[in-house]
């Protein structure tokens, strides 16, 4: 008999895939929430933290499943590589908020909001991608999801550029600027994390034809 990807164990697979997008979307809300609600930030960090520590949890689990279960649907090694660095997305969001609270930044600037709302936007478009994995009749559907992560990680880069622009037209205050340029590498890397999750999940929606 030959093996069928969407046996029981598989839709196994896909409930962990899709509880770690579902965290991934909301720590990154969380994460938005903090940056554009700042005279909030100290009390927002935990919940970022929260949502950082399910993941871990989620990510143990998943890796649990995986050495349990024989036959998984797709290439094994390139599960692990996707929800690694899908656990990466929300290690950056932590990072990102304690850097903020370490460096006592004053009010953030546009091209760093923007930035965050693009990052949060990846993350939705993951989600809908994870959750959406084991439907096969939506195989269309999800890669244009992927697609337009890709796209928003070029909006992203135009955001970074336009960003680090601004700060060095006006560079009144060095401490301030290499403070804010540090944040803005980041939050760019952060993206780019995003994308490279996109390209694997097309993989894995190719995979599982």
Excluded at 27 to 48: K, P
Excluded at 68 to 93: C, K, N, Q
Excluded at 105 to 114: I, S
Excluded at 141 to 156: G, K, M, P, S, T
């Amino acid at each position: 008999m030959p093996f069928n990807p969407f046996s029981r164990s598989s839709d196994e697979l896909f409930r962990h895939l899709a509880d770690l997008g579902a965290n991934l979307e909301e720590t990154l809300f969380r994460f938005e929430y903090m940056v554009t609600h700042w005279d909030e930030r100290e009390g927002r960090f935990q919940a970022i933290r929260e949502g950082e520590h399910e993941g871990d949890r989620l990510l143990r689990e998943l890796q649990e499943y995986l050495k349990e279960t024989f036959f998984v649907p797709g290439d094994r090694e390139a599960i692990y590589a996707l929800t690694a660095e899908l656990d990466d997305i929300v290690d950056w969001a932590l990072k990102i908020s304690d850097t903020l609270l370490m460096y006592r930044v004053d009010t953030p600037p546009e091209a760093f909001l923007k930035m965050v709302v693009i990052l949060r936007d990846c993350c939705t478009n993951l989600r809908q991608v994870l959750e959406r994995l084991p439907q096969r009749h939506l195989r269309k559907e999800i890669d244009e999801a992927c697609l337009r992560v890709v796209a928003l990680e070029d909006q992203a880069d135009d955001v970074y550029r336009q960003g680090l622009e601004v700060l060095f037209d006006e560079p009144s205050d060095l401490l301030a600027l290499l403070k804010w340029k540090d944040i803005l590498d980041q939050t760019d890397d952060a993206v780019d994390h995003a994308n490279h999750v996109a390209y694997r999940l097309m993989q894995l929606n190719a995979a599982l034809h």
